[in-house]
């Protein structure tokens, strides 16, 4: 064990995720298991800036991994993008004697640790914290598994009234850049339609699939829209096209927001923070740094930050190949 690792801060920055909270938890347990004192930070890389930190030890971790958000807080930082706020962020661990960080996050959380490390050749370890899965390195990211579960559940409430209203609904989802959310849950929850920043449908494509549901007897329809599909600006206007041609459609849009964030971790997202976070610590005194952990194969791995941020995450081609199939 490097004697130069004796304390080492934990933060979450970025969005929120389910998973976060089993995710401090666990870095702090592995912590005391191997005898190397932890913080917490407060509020990302402000509270770095700022110095809020919080001595934590296994019993102030308990009763968290089951609690949704991050009870570090979380926040985007300003200051941190400048030199000098990075400059004031070193001086704070440094005073208090912090020698390494695990930070709990998505890209920009990376981007901003691997930036940290460069300059001050700090060592930084990432955690993918996102409810998105969009971060190379990793089949599964705190949160999207969690995700996943809420957005399939309320799928399956608002059919409920598309059917005993005869109506077809727009449900959009978080995925801005990625649509590993939509596909899934879409799949999961019998959609008629997926559209995803990944494929271009085609507005023409689109009428014609809701046609060919119509023509097969279905009353009602589900359409699930990753925010970020290319067909319309948003999802008003993909309803506002349906009711110009398809006047028979009565359509509504139901947009879940940040209710996908929200809620208690499910039990893959609460094992896999555990996993990750003893991985994370364990890395550290290990000596090494600039590393995300990830989960490959059913493994932990370690896949460089620069990788991690400037790679791009896979759609799942047999599963879209799926959907067509289901769709039908």
Same mark, same amino acid.
Request: with cysteine; proline share 2%.
């Given at each position: ?33 191997? #005898? ?24 102030? =971790? ?56 460069? !300059? ?31 957005? =399939? ?38 959609? !008629? ?88 610590? !364990? ?14 194969? #059913? ?14 995450? !896979? ?14």
């Amino acid at each position: 064990m490097p004697k130069n690792i004796k304390k080492i801060g934990v933060m979450t920055s970025g969005g929120d995720a389910p998973g976060m909270n089993a995710a401090i938890r666990s870095v702090v347990r592995a912590c005391a298991y191997h #005898n190397i004192e932890c913080v917490g930070i407060y509020r990302g890389f402000d509270g770095v800036i700022e110095g809020d930190f919080k001595e934590m030890n296994a019993r102030s =971790v308990k009763d968290i991994i089951n609690k949704g958000g991050t009870v570090l807080k979380s926040a985007r930082s300003n200051e941190f993008r400048t030199k000098e706020g990075r400059k004031k962020a070193f001086s704070s661990l440094v005073n208090a004697g912090v020698d390494a960080l695990v930070v709990i996050g998505g890209d920009g959380t990376f981007t901003g640790a691997l930036i940290f490390n460069e !300059e001050f050749n700090f060592p930084v370890i990432g955690i993918p914290g996102t409810i998105d899965n969009d971060i190379y390195g990793t089949t599964h990211t705190l949160g999207y598994d969690t995700a996943l579960n809420t957005v =399939v559940e309320a799928i399956d409430k608002i059919r409920d009234t598309a059917s005993s209203h005869n109506r077809l609904f727009f449900v959009e989802v978080m995925g801005r850049d990625a649509g590993h959310i939509a596909l899934n849950a879409g799949v999961g929850a019998g959609a !008629e339609e997926i559209l995803i920043p990944e494929e271009d449908l085609g507005l023409d494509r689109l009428l014609d699939s809701l046609k060919r549901s119509k023509q097969s007897g279905k009353s009602s329809s589900i359409v699930v829209v990753a925010e970020g599909d290319k067909i319309g600006k948003n999802v008003f206007e993909l309803k506002d096209y349906v009711d110009e041609n398809m006047p028979d459609y009565d359509v509504r849009v139901s947009v879940l927001g940040h209710i996908q964030r929200g809620g208690s971790p499910s039990c893959f997202d609460r094992v896999l923070a555990s996993r990750m976070g003893v991985k994370a610590v !364990e890395t550290l005194l290990e000596g090494k740094t600039n590393f995300m952990v990830g989960l490959l194969d #059913n493994k932990m791995e370690l896949t460089p930050l620069e990788n991690a941020i400037k790679g791009k995450s !896979e759609i799942n081609l047999e599963l879209l190949r799926v959907s067509d199939i289901m769709t039908t």
